[in-house]
């Protein structure tokens, strides 16, 4: 879906790519896959992939679906925005909207799809889940008041995020899992890597809240008496 009336900055490590190939596979789709069509084949396979992570203690084969059904999510979760703005269809607050409910639908299954595999601790990927939201409703805020949409952080954006468990799920797939214990807590490597991520994560969102911050002060300078005096409909607002 196309986004918000708001600019665009993205610098994930992947955009180059993207940016080549993703108006090429919208122009090669036929013309009755919509963008709608997208958003839906994009939650039907991240649902898709929490269930692959949820059995996968019954086969490693469900690793190797959920590989392939990252593929499937990418295609989805990308193509509905990049095919509307191709056919010149946007509609930009049902897309920005319909797009991020989506993903948030999306971050769950996995999460709790990886919570309930025997590679993650519940805890460990809910974890993960609540950081992800922390970091989407800054991201939000920063589009409304900055007019400034840019999802990633640090070079890092849900494309790079996906080829990032698409290798730890080859990794796990060819039997590759090292435990540790600590404080009689048995860990995986996938639970170690997950709380690093959730650090680094909380990190990167404070470092990124306290530049939104200083560049507001900025723009917005502390005690300093405005010209118009507000209406008495604005004086209960933010300040």
Known sequence: MSDAE?????????????????????????????????????????????ICYASSGYSTNY????????IVNWVGDSLDGTLARVRRIERPRYGYYLDHIVDMFAVAFVCIGLGFSPYLLLSVGLAMLIAYYLMSINVYLETFVMKSFQFGYAYIGPTEVRVILMLG??????????TFEVKHVDMTAL?????????????????????????????????VVKDVAPSDGDRSGPH
């Open 6 to 50: 708001h600019t665009r900055e993205p610098q994930y490590l992947l955009r180059g790519f993207e940016k080549w190939a993703l108006p090429r596979m919208a122009a090669a789709l036929p013309k009755w896959v919509l963008p709608d069509h997208m958003t839906a084949l994009g939650i039907v396979s991240a649902a898709g992939i929490g």
């Open 63 to 70: 690793l190797w679906l959920a590989n392939l059904l990252w």
């Open 169 to 178: 799920g080859t990794a796990l797939a060819l039997g590759f899992e090292p």
């Open 191 to 223: 639970d170690v890597i997950g709380l690093i991520g959730v650090g680094v994560m909380i990190l990167a969102l404070l470092r990124r809240i306290g530049g939104n911050l200083s560049k507001l002060a900025k723009l917005e300078p502390a005690n």
